[in-house]
């Protein structure tokens, strides 16, 4: 585990300014990466209604933020060679991503999507407890049971708690981690660890970047995932310049 800096609200801002300005830099290729996911969003999403998976929708769309740090990764690299100054092209970007399956990176990945499976099975699991004798088909009689009856507003309860939760514990193992290993020459555990010290050190100030982050995101999805386009790429490149305040100055 590595030493970690107190952060404040005064750092969200600066990170979020220093994202911002990130953004602006290379607009395309950030807004690229945003694109990407939202593509991939929707397309998870109509698999659900294609396999006829529509219980899934909403988890789905809620989950998906879990998954964001991750996709994020060339984002981080932009901002890192932004921020020392250095030019860089589309094959350097995706070079340095394509790179990161031979680096502790691959294992913080299986990280993030094995909680969001868990996720995806408790729902699952809360849905056949709760809702195993209301009947609804299709879609819109999935919402109007899960928002006008005693047994939906139990389901949305129970899922609620359980979502933040485990959003509170991934956000807690990768805020700083997916960045700081790609800055760094350390391993999975260590970064986690850091972290996990991040946010111990600043928990207020931490949780309502998580909230942040959290309200953003699924405001994006609205509609058609657009605004994963812009605030993607934003709250990635912020990402990093929280993480550079957060840990101090890289070994590297």
Do not use: C
């Not at 969003?41 to 929708?57: A, D, N, P, Q, R």
């Amino acid at each position: 585990m590595h030493e970690v800096n107190k952060i404040d609200a005064e750092d969200i801002a600066a990170a979020l300014k220093a994202g911002f300005s990130d953004f602006l830099a290379r607009p395309v290729m950030s807004g690229f990466f945003g694109l990407f996911y939202a593509i991939f969003g929707l397309l998870f999403v109509w698999s659900l209604v294609w396999l006829g998976k529509i219980w899934m929708i909403i988890p789905a769309i809620v989950g998906f933020p879990l998954v964001a740090p991750f996709a994020a990764a060339g984002l981080y690299e932009m901002s890192r060679r932004l921020q020392k100054g250095e030019a860089f092209s589309w094959s350097d970007i995706l070079t340095v991503m394509a790179d990161q399956r031979k680096r502790e990176m691959g294992w913080m990945a299986f990280v993030t999507l094995f909680v969001f499976w868990v996720w995806m099975y408790q729902v699952r699991l809360w849905l056949a407890i709760i809702l195993q004798d209301v009947p609804f088909s299709g879609f819109d009689g999935f919402l109007s049971i899960v928002f006008s009856t005693p047994e939906g507003w139990t389901f949305l309860a129970v899922g609620t708690v359980a979502g933040a939760i485990l959003s509170a514990v991934l956000f807690s193992l990768t805020v700083v981690a997916m960045p700081m290993l790609l800055d760094r020459e350390t391993n999975f555990v260590s970064a986690m660890l850091t972290s996990i010290a991040v946010v111990r050190e600043s928990p207020v100030v931490m949780l309502g970047w998580a909230a942040i982050i959290s309200v953003t995101m699924i405001l994006s999805m609205v509609p058609a995932f657009i605004g994963l386009v812009f605030a993607l790429p934003i709250l990635g490149h912020t990402t990093w310049h929280l993480y550079q305040r957060a840990v101090p100055v890289s070994e590297k």
